[in-house]
């Protein structure tokens, strides 16, 4: 049975150092910055500094794989925005009359545009997946329990929870490969494991909640409050998601990062391009360097 990748796992790394409130602020304006940001050459540039971050956090194996899955979702958002757009002004290649989606036109700009977006997506893709293998979900729940303690505790239960019910599939799965006249095939086989995998996530937490009841969670009142002091790590991290942030605002107030696709292409590539793309690779590495007290 393959092993649960793309899941937390405590590592020794910095990003795992750093408490979970200022790594989620960190990994939500990486997400910021992805989607302020237009120009190819500075979301390559931000792509550069995720995969550096990945393999600075011990993940980058798992972050390449999600970046090859991505692949699934890039490829068609760029054929579908070269059939469907009409904007450019630089065709490749003429298919002739669509009927009712008149000529077929494939221009450089749609298909540009669409690489674009698709670069955009798979930076979503990526920094969500960082985010899942480096933050830990029990300590992010933490933080809400004070406002909110059982429904805190709920998340987290349910967060805990998919994994178990992601191994329960695999092991049904592998029961059923096993009779002596084989799985069930097609939709049948899918339903028979979906309706096996609903009825013991059932029992499973109808004995959670008879735990729960039993340990006096039932009237557990507001959490208190724990001080845990600020870290190095803490400080470095909210310090590259201000620069990330503020890169990001100012390139795209002063034009350094202007893109547009139609009618004509115009992506220039200006010395405060650069120094963007520069600054927002060492903004996302920088945090990294620093491995006191981790390896």
Not at 13 to 20: F, I, N, Y
Not at 182 to 208: E, Q
Request: hydrophobic share 55%; with cysteine.
């Amino acid at each position: 049975m393959k092993p649960m990748t793309l899941f937390y796992r405590r590592l020794p790394s910095p990003l795992h150092a750093a408490r979970a409130g200022v790594a989620a602020l960190w990994v939500a304006a990486l997400t910021v910055a992805a989607l302020l940001l237009f120009h190819p050459l500075v979301l390559l540039a931000l792509l550069t500094g995720v995969l550096w971050a990945g393999a600075g956090a011990g993940v980058g194996r798992p972050l390449l794989r999600s970046l090859r899955t991505g692949a699934i979702v890039w490829l068609p958002i760029v054929l579908v925005n070269v059939l469907v757009s009409r904007e450019g002004v630089t065709v490749f290649a003429r298919l002739g009359s669509l009927g009712p989606f008149g000529q077929g036109n494939l221009t450089v700009e749609a298909l540009l545009y669409g690489a674009v977006i698709a670069l955009k997506v798979t930076l979503l893709i990526l920094i969500t997946t960082l985010a899942s293998l480096t933050i830990d979900p029990d300590e992010l729940l933490r933080i809400l329990r004070r406002l909110s303690f059982r429904s805190a505790l709920t998340a987290s239960l349910a967060t805990r929870m998919i994994p178990v019910l992601v191994a329960d599939a695999q092991r049904l799965a592998e029961a059923q490969r096993t009779r002596p006249d084989g799985p069930p095939r097609g939709a049948r086989g899918r339903v028979a494991l979906l309706r096996a995998v609903i009825t013991g996530s059932l029992d499973r937490a109808m004995d959670v909640a008879a735990t729960l009841e039993v340990r006096g969670f039932a009237s557990a009142s507001r959490a208190p409050r724990l001080v845990r002091p600020w870290s190095r790590h803490d400080i470095a991290f909210l310090a590259s998601a201000v620069a990330v942030l503020a890169l990001a605002g100012c390139g795209r107030l002063a034009g350094a990062a202007s893109f547009n696709a139609y009618p004509e292409l115009h992506a220039p590539v200006s010395v405060g391009t650069l120094v963007l793309c520069a600054g927002l690779i060492a903004a996302v590495a920088l945090p990294f360097t620093d491995r006191r007290g981790i390896d």
